[in-house]
Structures are given as structure tokens and as C-alpha cells.
């Protein structure tokens, strides 16, 4: 059962709203089958329609998933609340189950959930069960196959490689696990010439629901891009965006690079990804998903926001590929104009980036590893012209990341990561809740002391802005992150990029 009616369901079932993408599945009673609403296919008799929140609930119900419509494309639901507290348990929950990087060393398991929530195993399940109709387990599974289903039909990996890669412990358990929720063997699901382009690497799509502000999300990382390291380009009259990658899974470093493109008509973007990457394909898909707010769900937001923000509801909280790298441009670019920022940045990339070879001469460096900046000299950042506070900053930041005492990604703990930023030297509360919005995925983030966003709000002349801005801003919760980001949409592009702390400086 869904929390939109099933009759709603079914008339967006009928017109293929590519809005509820992911907000909803149809299990089919009379193919045995799960599609999401914007499936081509001959739409079903309403009697034979059966309506879940999740494809884990559908897979629960004995539904496989649609091999043309592909469920595992489907941006996720995400829901947030700030007032039922089994409810926000449950979902930071699946928020960790979602993001492969939480995980740490290991698979998931639910003894792990539970210690990281800080309650008891039987307690995991019961609210989870009580939110999402299935097990934390069950919920995982469903992932873990869809996950695999992507890999399998876009990719050649091999695979023995896709069922580790999914986070299956042997090839067995993963054949078994196919056979048995899909009735398929794996190898069954390949398709003719999946993978084989005459592009370099893998291609592979992922879905969002409109509606979604493409220049406005293009137009940002276009104006802070650094050289070597990211590139945005016009090609065959598309726009593309590159940049060069580095991660550590467990205790392997793994480096690269992707491109990404849009493809409007099907509500889709296409990422590309280097042979390099292809080991940690799931982490890399997770980062791409985060850092084109793919899985925002407009008519959630909009509800909330539209009174007071009209005309912003295609726009999406830009976020990052490394949440270490944004920290570090965070602090570079505290009260200076974006074109300052920009270029701090870019002369740390070419004095202390990692050469790195690429298929394209645009990408040739990697940003510089928190090693490498946690070891800085105050004399080589200064030659930069980073000022002695910010030094301190960047290299206390570096050195935490380094010792793995900081995680900068969407699975980790909002509240204590917030609070170990604001620790360390030169962080304060703005850009904490900076890093919090892009880099931690926080929907309802909110830098209340931010220059810019006073003057969108109005609030400038008050005698204590940031006051009155947080004050305002209960009315948007838990969705102020994009209430910020439609603010300051609304200032002129002048005045954005010249006001210190504005977003357009970080």
C-alpha cells in the first residue's frame, strides 16, 4: 500500500508522470511483474494493478522486476521528517543501507545498523519493518539485485565481479539469490552489445523526476570548475561534463574519471565511467546520484515551498563527487568573490594535484589528497596566497579526513559531523551547514548567518539577520537546504557573484 491512493496512482500509471518515477511500483497480478509509472508498455486492467512504495515491497509480494522499464534506473525515494521519531530512526536507517560508503569495511549487516543508530537489532526491525512494509534485510536484497540487474544489462564486467561488487560473498549466493526472487539466471539478463560503444569505459544511465532545471545545474558547476581536474564541454550539441575521481574503498585507492550528460526527453542522465573505476562502479554511481540531486522528489518539495519560493521547482541542491574536496573549497572560499575561490583552487590543484592520464587533455590532475595537504607547509599554502587562518583550517581538515576521524559523504552523521567541523580551527557554523547541504546531503541544512541569502530574504537591515532568516525559516523545514538555494536564484546574477559568503563564492 502506498502513501499516495492507488487511484492517484493509477491515472499517473495512465499518463506515465515521469514525476512519481520512483515514488511508486505497479505490481502486475496477471504477468507477475513490478514497473514504475513511466513504463511503455500496454497499461494493465486497474483490477490487476497492485501499488508499493518500494521495489522491495513489490519483490516481497513475489513481483519481478520489468525488463524493459528497468526499476533499477528509478530515482529513489527519499523522505524525510522532523517529528516522528521511530520514523526518522527508520529512514536515516535506509539512508545508511543506500549509500554503499557508510558500510565500511564489510557488508552490511543488521547488527551494524543497529549499533550505528545506538538501539537495539529488535528495535531496527520493528520501526523499519513498521515504515517500509520489509526487513532491513529485505530491503537490502532488493537493492543489492537491483543494483546487480543495472550492471549485468549495461555493463561486460564479469559475473563473479558484479556479485561482489553488489555485495554478495560468493558467486553461489548470488546465482541462488537471482534464481530465486527472479526467476532468471544472471547471465540472462545480458544484453546483446551492453557495454560495447565506441566510447572508452562504461555507459550508463540514471534516472531523476522532473521537473529539473538542467542549465541551472550546469550553469553552477560550469563557473567553479578548476583545470585538469574538470572540464565542461560541447559535444555533438550536447553539453558534458568530465572530471577526473579519486576513492578509497576499504583500504584500496582507486582513481579515474567520468562524464556525464543529459538526456532530457527520457528524464535520464548517461555517466560514463573509466575502466579504472569500474571495481567500485556502485560507490561511483552513489556519488554521481548525490552530486546531481537525482533522487530529489519535486512534488514533496514543492508543497513547501512554493509560496514562498514560486519558479524554483526545477532547481536541485548541487552536491560533489568528494565531500573532502568541497570542504577544502568551502574554507578557500570563505568571504571572497567566486572568480578568488576559482582561483586559490586552481593554483593549489597545479602546485600540490597528482598528475593523472585521461583519454582527454582537459583532464590531466587530481585535486590533492588529504595526505598531501594534512603534510602542507604553512609556507608553500601561503605562496599560494591562502591566508595563515585558512591554512590552519584546511590542513586540521585534511589531517582529520586522513586519519578517517571525519566522513564527508550522504551516510554519514549530520549532527556529529556538523559538530566536528565547527571544531576544528576556521569552520564555523556557516560553513559547517555549507558542507552539510552539498557535501552531506542534508536536505534541511540552513547557513543562517549567509550575507546573501539576508539580502533574498529581506532581512538585511535587521538588527540581527541571521535570527530573523532562522526564524523564517521553520516554515520550510525539512527542506530549507532548498528554500537556500531558491533564495538566493531570486538575487541578481551581479550581486551573486560579488557578495561574500553568497553560494556563488563557494
Not at 537495539?120 to 517500509?132: G, L, M, W
Not at 553488489?166 to 548470488?174: E, I, K, N, T, W
Amino acid at each position: 500500500m502506498t502513501l499516495i491512493s492507488d487511484d492517484a496512482c493509477y491515472l499517473a500509471l495512465k499518463a506515465r508522470d515521469a514525476r512519481f518515477d520512483g515514488r511508486f511500483f505497479i505490481g502486475v497480478t496477471s504477468t507477475g511483474i513490478y514497473c514504475r509509472p513511466v513504463c511503455r508498455v500496454r497499461i494493465p486492467r486497474r483490477e490487476n494493478c497492485r501499488f508499493f512504495d518500494h521495489a522491495a515491497q513489490a519483490e516481497l509480494q513475489g513481483f519481478r522486476p520489468c525488463l524493459r522499464c528497468r526499476p533499477e534506473l528509478a530515482p529513489q525515494a527519499l523522505a524525510w521528517s522532523l517529528q516522528d521519531a521511530s520514523g526518522i530512526l527508520a529512514l536515516q536507517a535506509a539512508r545508511w543501507l543506500d549509500n554503499p560508503e557508510a558500510w565500511g569495511d564489510g557488508a552490511p549487516s543488521v547488527d551494524k545498523l543497529a549499533a550505528r543508530l545506538g538501539v537495539s537489532d529488535r528495535h531496527v526491525r520493528r520501526i523499519f519493518e513498521a515504515q517500509f512494509g520489509v526487513s532491513p534485510l529485505q530491503y537490502l536484497q532488493t537493492r543489492r539485485l537491483l543494483t546487480a540487474k543495472q550492471l549485468l544489462t549495461d555493463t561486460r564486467l564479469p559475473t563473479t565481479q558484479i556479485a561482489l561488487m553488489s555485495g554478495y560473498a560468493s558467486v553461489r549466493r548470488f546465482n541462488a539469490a537471482f534464481v530465486q526472487h527472479y526467476g532468471l539466471n544472471p547471465t540472462q539478463l545480458r544484453q546483446k552489445g551492453a557495454g560495447q560503444t565506441r566510447l572508452p569505459g562504461i555507459l550508463i544511465r540514471l534516472g531523476y523526476r522532473p521537473p529539473y532545471d538542467v542549465p541551472a545545474m550546469l550553469a553552477f558547476f560550469n563557473q567553479r570548475l578548476l583545470d585538469g581536474i574538470e572540464c565542461v564541454s560541447q559535444e555533438a550539441g550536447q553539453v558534458v561534463v568530465s572530471r577526473t575521481l579519486r576513492l578509497t574503498v576499504g583500504n584500496t585507492l582507486h582513481k579515474g574519471w567520468l562524464r556525464v550528460q543529459f538526456d532530457e526527453t527520457r528524464h535520464q542522465l548517461l555517466l560514463q565511467v573509466s575502466e579504472s573505476l569500474h571495481e567500485v562502479l556502485p560507490q561511483v554511481i552513489h556519488r554521481v546520484r548525490a552530486a546531481f540531486d537525482l533522487d530529489a522528489d519535486p512534488e514533496a518539495i514543492n508543497p513547501v515551498l512554493q509560496s514562498r519560493f514560486p519558479g524554483g521547482n526545477g532547481l536541485r541542491v548541487p552536491g560533489t563527487l568528494d565531500g573532502y574536496e568541497l570542504a577544502v573549497r568551502a574554507v578557500l572560499g570563505q568571504q571572497i568573490t567566486v572568480a578568488a575561490a576559482r582561483t586559490l583552487a586552481q593554483r593549489l590543484v597545479n602546485t600540490l594535484g597528482e598528475p593523472l592520464a585521461t583519454p582527454w587533455p582537459a583532464l590531466s590532475r587530481l585535486f590533492p589528497a588529504p595526505q598531501v595537504l594534512a603534510q602542507a607547509a604553512g609556507d608553500t599554502l601561503g605562496a599560494l596566497g591562502i591566508v595563515r587562518q585558512r591554512q590552519q583550517a584546511i590542513v586540521a581538515l585534511a589531517r582529520a579526513v586522513a586519519e578517517q576521524g571525519l566522513q564527508l559523504h550522504g551516510g554519514a552523521d549530520v549532527p556529529a559531523t556538523v559538530a566536528a567541523l565547527k571544531a576544528l580551527p576556521g569552520i564555523g557554523d556557516w560553513t559547517a551547514q555549507y558542507i552539510a547541504m552539498r557535501a552531506l546531503r542534508w536536505p534541511d541544512a540552513f547557513p543562517a548567518g549567509d550575507v546573501a541569502l539576508h539580502k533574498a530574504l529581506g532581512v538585511q537591515q535587521a538588527r540581527q539577520p541571521a535570527r530573523e532568516a532562522l526564524a523564517a525559516s521553520e516554515l520550510w523545514k525539512p527542506w530549507r537546504s532548498y528554500a537556500v538555494i531558491r533564495a538566493w536564484a531570486t538575487l541578481p546574477v551581479l550581486a551573486r557573484k560579488t557578495t561574500a559568503t553568497s553560494f556563488a563564492t563557494k
